[in-house]
């Protein structure tokens, strides 16, 4: 299927690995020039070489900016190297797990800075010239605990529930003028991130972490872990000209873990 969109400007946050890279690729793959961001530098240019050989000759141009996109200076640096972007997908690491009794204002203000404010201050930026050119795609990479909140995530849990309910509302006042605001919320994915956090849990209870891994594969419904391009093409389709009626939308990637109807 052609998707539409080649041609097209994007921006990818958090692309240097997992799933942001995974959206960049099935992007650049379909002809999107994307502008890949994360924080170190070495790392986010490796991933535009690999990006720019999946791509191909036909695939779009990949542009590469290291830049912490919680930040303020790391926003205007993201701007002041291209605007006009018809394409935003929002993505930022989740902050530390543990026990809400031991958060400081301060751990919650970080993580409603990084997971509620920024993508909000990108949206900010990016939606009303969206609208004036009557197209735009705007994806938020939050997390299943939106749907299915876990205790340990308790920071985690409340940010991105903020952004949810910013997004309901937002994405009902742009879609007539082309521009669709949705949530992507993944599962257990099959990524460097999900393999240190089952080495970290096995430490922690002084055991191999593949028991750990063979544990939650035993209890998952597809008994499997979802894969990163699995997760990418979703995204490029939720940003092609055939998803302009899918607006304001939190899509469930977890191979039916949630077990609930709605």
């Known amino acids: 299927m052609d998707l539409g969109i080649?041609?097209?400007?994007a921006l990818v946050c958090g692309a240097s690995a997992g799933l942001g890279y995974a959206c960049a690729q099935a992007l650049?793959?379909?002809g999107v020039d994307v502008m890949i961001v994360a924080r170190t530098e070495s790392t986010v240019q490796a991933a535009a070489e690999q990006l720019r050989a999946l791509a191909g000759p036909d695939g779009g141009r990949v542009q590469a900016l290291a830049a912490d996109v919680t930040t303020a200076a790391g926003r205007e640096r993201i701007f002041d190297a291209g605007r006009d972007f018809?394409?935003?997908?929002t993505n930022?690491?989740?902050p530390p797990a543990g026990d809400f009794r031991n958060w400081q204002r301060e751990d919650w203000l970080a993580a409603i800075d990084a997971n509620m404010l920024a993508p909000i201050e990108l949206i900010k930026a990016s939606v009303d010239g969206m609208m004036a050119r009557g197209f735009g795609r705007i994806v938020n990479i939050t997390s299943s605990a939106v749907k299915s909140p876990i205790d340990q995530l308790g920071l985690s849990n409340g940010a991105r529930s903020?952004?949810?309910?910013f997004v309901a509302g937002l994405a009902r006042s742009t879609v007539a003028r082309g521009v669709t605001i949705n949530n992507l919320l993944p599962g257990t994915f099959d990524?460097?991130?999900?393999?240190?956090n089952f080495k970290a849990a096995a430490?922690?209870?002084?055991?191999d972490a593949?028991?750990?891994?063979?544990?939650?594969?035993?209890?998952h419904p597809a008994h499997r872990f979802g894969r990163p391009e699995e997760f990418g093409r979703t995204c490029a389709y939720l940003c092609s000209v055939h998803a302009g009626y899918i607006n304001g939308q939190n899509i469930l990637m977890d191979g039916g873990s949630f077990s609930g109807v709605f």
């Open 6 to 9: 080649s041609g097209k400007r």
């Open 28 to 30: 650049a793959q379909e």
């Open 86 to 89: 018809d394409i935003i997908v």
């Open 92 to 94: 930022a690491g989740g």
């Open 162 to 165: 903020g952004l949810t309910g």
């Open 191 to 196: 990524t460097a991130r999900l393999a240190s």
């Open 203 to 207: 430490s922690r209870q002084g055991v």
């Open 210 to 219: 593949a028991q750990l891994i063979e544990k939650r594969l035993a209890s």
